[in-house]
Nanobody, 114 residues
Framework: QVQLVESGGALVQPGGSLRLSCAAS????????WGWYRQSPGRQREMVAT???????NYGVFVKGRFTISRDSAQNMVYLQMNSLQPEDTAVYYC????????WGQGTQVTVSS
């Protein structure tokens, strides 16, 4: 089992920045890929960014260089640095760990509004 707890969501103005954090615990070595996903009302959950244990990075098309995913293995943390936030980035952001099972956090709300 892997437990994931997100934090860092907030209300931010357009053009602002946020850093989301995901604290992982449990059977960490079983996870081969970490990621951030988001879901807004009426829309399907979509991939924001993933980082593979090999180091491969993937980002959603909409990211356009604005977000950066990173991992601190020593602290069992996964981060998502988000810059140049826009209202369309408003969503609940979920941390994800992929092993033979899928693990999800409870989500953290990001609201971009003036």
């Amino acid at each position: 089992q892997v437990q994931l707890v997100e934090s860092g969501g907030a209300l931010v103005q357009p053009g602002g920045s946020l850093r989301l954090s995901c604290a992982a615990s449990g059977n960490i070595p079983s996870v081969y890929e970490w990621g951030w996903y988001r879901q807004s009302p009426g829309r399907q959950r979509e991939m924001v960014a993933t980082i593979h244990s090999r180091g491969d990075l993937n980002y959603g098309v909409f990211v356009k260089g604005r977000f950066t995913i990173s991992r601190d293995s020593a602290q069992n943390m996964v981060y998502l640095q988000m810059n140049s936030l826009q209202p369309e980035d408003t969503a609940v952001y979920y941390c994800h760990g992929a092993s033979i099972f899928d693990y999800w956090g409870q989500g953290t709300q990001v609201t971009v509004s003036s």
